[in-house]
């Protein structure tokens, strides 16, 4: 597991002056004062900033050229849109690995979380040599910047609640280190560590997923059959998360995991062959047993090949749905399993 370190840690309060520090370079700022005096509420402050600065690189929006900033590729995507809620700067932000972590812990109290609660969790998961300080000395802006963008909140008694606000700009909570859970465990570290393990030992069978999950997602019908299924999993209150691997799991009543396959008559067996194997080694890697497993294909199975979907279901227990112009099709049994996808 990928533990906190100093550098995940932003300093720069104000979500919004970030946004405003690409904006400052893209207009020509080079330096921690030059952009301090751009941004409104900083002036004069080379301290503040260098803080903006850092924050900007951490997203990946501005690099240090010989103490001077300049803008990143990503940052012309932003700039073509300059707003808090641009898909290209909602990402960078949920991909630090300070909210890679936070998020998830969120998730498994929905009634709740104290600062210190909070607190507590993240100095468990940090590098020894981050100091037990300084992560207390951060909290106030690592909470701040979820806060901004609407992916966390406080309730009526205080504490800090996650809100599920992905959309169709951003359908997907995408989870960078492979290792880490994707459906909701306990905090306890013995279980992070359990996953870590699995993964270890399955290092080339994974590399081998991760290159077919690379090539599968460049269809832009698997792109879709994602899309599709990600938001009927929102609608329905769940926040559908992905990885390298895993194209979609999600917790609701119970613990899902879900492959999608483009197919056409020619391949669709060897690509529900390859779901079903891929769909049993990824509950195994994520150690959830009970998780229920769904393979999505692109089109409906042809005459030739309909026994496969008795056997999915009946014999292997594993759920098989399709896509048919943007509704999502499949048996009687899935769609009493599945009744939150509203498959016809």
Same mark, same amino acid.
């Given at each position: ?6 550098? /995940? ?12 520090? %690409? ?8 330096? /921690? ?12 402050? /080379?301290? +503040? ?9 951490? !997203? ?6 010989? @103490?001077?900033? &300049? ?5 012309? !995507? ?6 808090? @809620? ?13 909210? +890679? ?18 607190? *507590?969790?993240? +100095? ?10 300084m992560i207390d000395r951060r909290i106030s802006t690592i909470l701040s910047w979820p806060k901004t963008?609407?992916?966390? /909140?406080? @309730?009526?008694?205080?504490?800090? &609640? ?30 992070? +560590? ?6 270890? *030992? ?24 994602? @899309? ?19 194209? !979609?799991?999600?917790? !609701? ?13 020619? =391949? ?25 497993? &769904?393979?999505? %294909? ?15 279901? %009946?014999?292997r227990g594993i759920n098989l749905i399709w896509d048919g112009n943007d509704q999502l099709y499949g ?7 599945? =009744? ?5």
């Amino acid at each position: 597991m990928r533990r906190i370190k100093s550098v /995940d840690l932003p300093q720069a309060d104000r979500l919004e002056s970030v946004l405003l520090t %690409v904006v400052a370079v893209g207009n020509g700022a080079r330096t /921690d004062i030059e952009i301090a005096n751009r941004v409104p509420g900083i002036e004069g402050d /080379d301290r +503040q900033g260098r803080y903006y600065r850092r924050a900007a690189e951490m !997203l990946g929006f501005i690099k240090n050229e010989r @103490n001077n900033a &300049v803008l990143t590729e990503k940052a012309s !995507l932003l700039l073509q849109n300059v707003a808090i @809620n641009n898909p290209v700067f909602v990402v960078s932000v949920l991909n630090l690995e300070i909210y +890679q972590k936070l998020l998830p812990y969120l998730e498994l109290y929905p009634q709740g979380c104290t600062r210190q609660e909070i607190l *507590n969790y993240l +100095q468990s998961i940090a590098d020894p040599d981050i100091g037990r300080t300084m992560i207390d000395r951060r909290i106030s802006t690592i909470l701040s910047w979820p806060k901004t963008l609407n992916f966390i /909140d406080r @309730n009526q008694d205080g504490g800090y &609640v996650l809100i599920n606000n992905f959309n169709e700009q951003n359908p997907v909570f995408e989870v960078q280190d492979i290792d880490q859970p994707l459906l909701p465990i306990t905090a306890e570290l013995a279980e992070y +560590q359990e996953i870590e393990q699995r993964t270890i *030992n399955a290092r080339e069978e994974i590399a081998y997923f991760k290159s077919q999950a690379r090539l599968d997602r460049a269809a832009s019908a698997h792109i879709s059959l994602v @899309n599709i299924v990600a938001r009927r999993i929102r609608e329905n209150g769940g926040i559908p998360k992905a990885n390298q691997l895993i194209d !979609l799991a999600v917790r !609701l009543d119970e613990d899902y995991i879900f492959e999608m396959k483009s197919t056409t008559e020619n =391949n669709v067996k060897s690509q529900i062959r390859k779901g079903l194997s891929q769909l049993y080694e990824y509950r195994y890697l994520q150690n959830k047993p009970e998780a229920k497993l &769904v393979l999505v %294909v692109e089109k409906p199975l042809g005459a030739s090949h309909s026994w496969m979907l008795e056997y999915m279901e %009946v014999d292997r227990g594993i759920n098989l749905i399709w896509d048919g112009n943007d509704q999502l099709y499949g048996s009687e049994r899935t769609r009493r399993d599945l =009744n939150f996808l509203g498959i016809l």
